[in-house]
């Protein structure tokens, strides 16, 4: 299963609303998660099952969708949030990644 | 606390062999799926091989299929990725990753720093 993301990069302001999407080649109804890396860590997990906020993620995140088509929102973006956005299904073996969405400050 | 600890990277040549490691603590390591997941650098992330808790079911992405091997020793909490026939697009950091719960695999909620992987003559 393939999945792209749009935007690859995204150049935003402290404040704005950030939409990214996921789209995946086949079905996967909600076998979605979204992770965030910051350079020179390792992921981190933001939200699964598509739409569940993981434990400790501050509630500005928000993800949607269903089937193949999958967004994650930042109703205000931070500064903190200034990373790389990956998704990823898990419907089906082999789990795959989308390529990564680079949210940079303007 | 959760931790995972990578190791076993190196400088290997074209062909070569490399077993990583990865020692987990702070959790029943034998009721979680645990997974390996590398990143080039510069690049995305690529989800690399999988194991059950029991070690019963193991999975692999195509393109280590036949050349890697997860397994995982539950009596001393360490993952393993056995590595054969590298090649030069092997290279990596090299990530363990737990799965969030029980009955769950492809939900990585804990990771590891990682250990780089280096495919060169």
């Known amino acids: 299963i393939q999945l792209t993301q749009s935007p690859s990069f995204l150049s935003a302001s402290v404040g704005d609303r950030v939409t990214i999407t996921c789209r995946a080649s086949?079905?996967?109804?909600?076998?979605l998660t979204w992770y965030q890396q910051k350079p020179g860590n390792p992921p981190k997990l933001l939200i699964y099952?598509?739409?569940t906020l993981q434990s400790g993620v501050p509630s500005r995140f928000s993800g949607s969708g269903s089937g193949t088509e999958f967004t994650l929102t930042i109703s205000s973006l931070q500064p903190e949030d200034f990373a790389t956005y990956y998704c990823?299904?898990?419907?089906?073996?082999?789990?795959?990644f989308g390529p990564g969405t680079k949210v940079d400050i303007k | 606390e959760v931790q995972l600890v990578e190791s076993g990277g190196d400088l290997v040549q074209p062909g070569g062999s490399l077993r990583l490691s990865c020692a987990a603590s702070g959790f029943t390591f034998n009721s979680y799926a645990m997974s390996w997941v590398r990143q080039a650098s510069g690049k995305g992330l690529e989800w690399v091989s999988g194991i059950n808790h029991s070690g019963g079911s193991r999975y692999y992405a195509d393109s280590v299929k036949g050349r890697f091997t997860i397994s995982r020793d539950s009596s001393n909490n360490i993952l393993y990725l056995q590595m054969k026939s590298l090649r030069a697009e092997d290279t990596a950091l090299y990530y363990c990753?737990?799965?969030?719960?029980?009955?769950?695999?492809?939900?990585?909620?804990?990771w590891g720093q990682g250990t780089l992987v280096t495919v060169s003559s």
């Open positions: 099952s598509a739409s």
């Open positions: 086949q079905g996967i109804s909600d076998y």
């Open positions: 990823q299904q898990l419907n089906s073996y082999p789990f795959t």
């Open positions: 990753a737990k799965a969030r719960r029980f009955g769950e695999s492809g939900i990585f909620d804990s």
